[in-house]
C-alpha cells in the first residue's frame, strides 16, 4: 500500500506528483551533502490542485505531503518516496506529523486572522520532517483580506516550506496567488473505479458499492456515505420524490419547506454533539465551578465560541442543501437522457418510475430550463439569499418548466 492508493481515477496527476516528490527528495539529499541543487526539479514550493467535489483534491494534496516526508530506506536503493509504511508516511495521512499542516474548516470562510497564524508556521523550519508542508484544503473560503495575507508568503517562501493549496477551480482563488503555483487539475473519478474502493477498502457489498458509486457519478466521500448510511439513504430519496409534488403552488410550497427543514435537521445533528463537546472543553479550560458558574472575564470567550459555532452550523445547513440540489440535478439530467434517447447510464436507477414519468410528460427543452433553475437556486445560495426564498423560487420555475 502507498500513499497514492486512495487517489483514484488520477493516473496522470499521479504521476506528477511521483516525479516531484522524488525531485523533493533529491534536493533535500543535496542540501544536506552541500551539494548543488540538482536542474531541471519538477520541485516547487506551492502548488493548487483544482476538480470538481469528489475528485479528490485534498486526497492528493494529503498524500503529496505524506511523500515529500517520507523516510522509507528504499529510497536510497532507488525506490519512490511514499512507500505508505514509514513513520514518515504514516504520521501525514493519519494527520499527527509534526510538520504537516492541514487546514480545513467548517465556516463560511478563512479569515486574516487564521491565515497569519499559518504564514507564521510557514516561515519555521521542519522540526522533524524533510518539509514543513502546509495543506489548504479550502483555499476557495479565504476571505479578499486573508488571500492578500497569504500572497506574501506564497511569494517569499522560506527555503524548506511547501504550500499545497485545494479549491473547486483557478477562478476561485486570487490571480496573484494562482499565478504563483503549480496547477494540477483533477477528474472526476469513474464510476467503476470509486466502487471498486467501496469495495476493496471499505468491505461495501459490491452491489451496494456499485449502486452508490453510480448515484454519486464518482463522488467518492458521497458515495461511502450513501453506502453506509441509512438516513443519508433515506433523505436523498425523498429528494427524488421532489419533482413529482411541483404540480401545483401548495405543492410547490411546502416541497420547499420539506426540503429545508431537511437540510435543517441535518445540519443540527451533524453539528450539537460537536457543539456540546466544544463548549465543555472550553468551560473546563477557563476554568468553570462544578456548578458550571463561569469565572469573570470569559463572557467574552463564550460569546465568540457560540459564534463560531452558529456560523458552522450555517455552513452545514447549506452543504446539506446544496447536496440535495445536487441530486436534483442529477435526477433531471437522468430525465434529459430518457428523453434523446441517449445510451449513458442512468444515475438514479433506484427511481427509474419517477425518471420515465417526468420524461414522458415533458419535453427536453423543458427538462434543460429545469435544471437551470437548480443551478440558479445554487448561485443564490452562493450569495447568501435566504435558502427558503431561493428554494421556493426554484420550485416553482420546476413547476413551469
Not at 463560511?108 to 502546509?134: N, Y
Not at 470569559?298 to 440535495?324: H, Y
Not at 430550463?369 to 445560495?381: G, T
Request: hydrophobic share 40%.
Amino acid at each position: 500500500m502507498t500513499v497514492w492508493d486512495d487517489l483514484v481515477g488520477q493516473d496522470r496527476v499521479q504521476k506528477q506528483l511521483g516525479a516531484a516528490a522524488r525531485d523533493a527528495d533529491e534536493l533535500v539529499t543535496a542540501n544536506s551533502a552541500g551539494e548543488p541543487v540538482p536542474p531541471g526539479s519538477k520541485m516547487t514550493h506551492a502548488w493548487l490542485f483544482t476538480g470538481p467535489p469528489g475528485s479528490g483534491r485534498s486526497t492528493a494534496a494529503r498524500a503529496f505531503a505524506a511523500a515529500l516526508q517520507c523516510t522509507s530506506p528504499d529510497r536510497a536503493l532507488g525506490g519512490a518516496p511514499g512507500c505508505g509504511f514509514c513513520d514518515g508516511c504514516h504520521t501525514s495521512l493519519i494527520g499527527t506529523h509534526a510538520d504537516v499542516e492541514v487546514v480545513r474548516t467548517d465556516l463560511l470562510s478563512i479569515g486574516v486572522k487564521e491565515t497569519r497564524e499559518l504564514v507564521r508556521r510557514a516561515q519555521l523550519s521542519p522540526a522533524v520532517g524533510r518539509w514543513q508542508v502546509i495543506v489548504l484544503e479550502d483555499a476557495d473560503r479565504l476571505t479578499e483580506g486573508a488571500g492578500n495575507v497569504l500572497l506574501k508568503a506564497v511569494e517569499e517562501p522560506a527555503p524548506r516550506t511547501v504550500w499545497l493549496l485545494c479549491a473547486p477551480a483557478l477562478e476561485d482563488v486570487l490571480p496573484t496567488i494562482r499565478s504563483r503555483c503549480r496547477h494540477l487539475t483533477l477528474r472526476t473519478p469513474p464510476v467503476d473505479a470509486v466502487a471498486d474502493v467501496l469495495i476493496r477498502r471499505d468491505g461495501i457489498d459490491p452491489e451496494r458499492a456499485a449502486s452508490a458509486a453510480r448515484a454519486t457519478q464518482g463522488h467518492i466521500d458521497r458515495a461511502r456515505r450513501l453506502a453506509t448510511d441509512e438516513e443519508a439513504r433515506s433523505r436523498r430519496a425523498t429528494v427524488l420524490k421532489l419533482p413529482l409534488r411541483v404540480e401545483d403552488i401548495g405543492g410547490c410550497l411546502k416541497a420547499a419547506q420539506e426540503l429545508i427543514d431537511t437540510a435543517t435537521d441535518d445540519a443540527k445533528q451533524v453539528s450539537e454533539e460537536v457543539d456540546a463537546k466544544e463548549t465543555e472543553e472550553m468551560k473546563a479550560a477557563l476554568g468553570a465551578a462544578a456548578g458550571g458558574r463561569m469565572p469573570r472575564g470569559t463572557a467574552g470567550v463564550m460569546k465568540e465560541l457560540e459564534d463560531r459555532q452558529k456560523r458552522r452550523k450555517t455552513r452545514t445547513q447549506r452543504d446539506s442543501l446544496d447536496l440535495a440540489l445536487t441530486d436534483l440535478t442529477g435526477f433531471y439530467r437522468d430525465v434529459l437522457a430518457i428523453q434523446l434517447g441517449s445510451r449513458i447510464a442512468i444515475a438514479n436507477a433506484d427511481a427509474q418510475d419517477a425518471l420515465d414519468r417526468i420524461a414522458r410528460s415533458s419535453t427536453p427543452e423543458r427538462t434543460l430550463r429545469r435544471i437551470e433553475a437548480v443551478i440558479a437556486c445554487r448561485r443564490a445560495l452562493d450569495r447568501n439569499v435566504a435558502p427558503l426564498l431561493a428554494v421556493e423560487a426554484m420550485t416553482m420555475a420546476l413547476r413551469a418548466g
